[in-house]
């Protein structure tokens, strides 16, 4: 079955729940019981594309779909009370979402490799890229780790979009 889909977004209390109450109404359209927004929301699939079809380059499309794959574990955990916020995505869907997104990242991905870039210590706090200085002093730290190599032209893109949804 073909399924089309109708992306309803507002800003903070714009009204867009009233949009998506309104096309309830209608024979054809349903909903979920809450805001599925992957799709623009930072990091999501609009993210991606940019990176990987529209703004490609060589450290960037690496980013991008490490950022999208944090994103889905982020969208798959189990918040609670005491914990913090996760979409329980897995759950709601009835599916293995991080398999779903792993499938959908190899299909999008041409070579995976191991390589550094200085991107990779950007996060890190001054006492951890301290102790990786001095690894790196004593050739204990080689620095590796597993990057990305992406380029789908905007069909390839949308297509594996479209499959990644329909799972």
């Keep these: 079955m073909n399924i089309n889909y109708v992306a309803v977004s507002g800003y903070g209390w714009s009204g867009s729940g009233a949009v998506v109450d309104l096309l309830r ?28 079809v529209k703004n490609w380059d060589f450290l960037g499309n690496d980013s991008a779909i490490k950022n999208f794959i944090n994103y889905c574990h982020v969208l ?21 979402f991080i398999k779903e997104s792993d499938i ?17 210590d950007y996060n890190l706090s001054a ?4 102790i990786k200085r001095i690894k790196r002093k004593l050739r204990i730290d080689n620095n590796s780790k597993n990057m990305y190599l992406s380029r789908p032209t905007e069909e390839k893109f949308l297509l594996e979009v479209k499959k990644y949804f329909n799972t």
Excluded: Q, V
């Excluded at 006492?127 to 301290?130: I, N, Q, S």
């Design 104 to 120: 959908f990242i190899d299909a999008l991905t041409d070579i995976k490799y191991s390589g550094y870039t200085r991107l990779h």
């Design 25 to 52: 109404e209608f024979d054809g359209f349903n909903s979920f019981d809450f805001e599925f927004s992957m799709i623009w929301e930072p990091n999501g699939i609009i993210d991606l594309e940019n990176a990987l």
């Design 127 to 130: 006492l951890l890229l301290f």
């Design 76 to 96: 798959d955990r189990k918040g609670g009370k005491f914990s913090k916020w996760g979409g329980n995505i897995s759950t709601k869907f009835s599916i293995d």
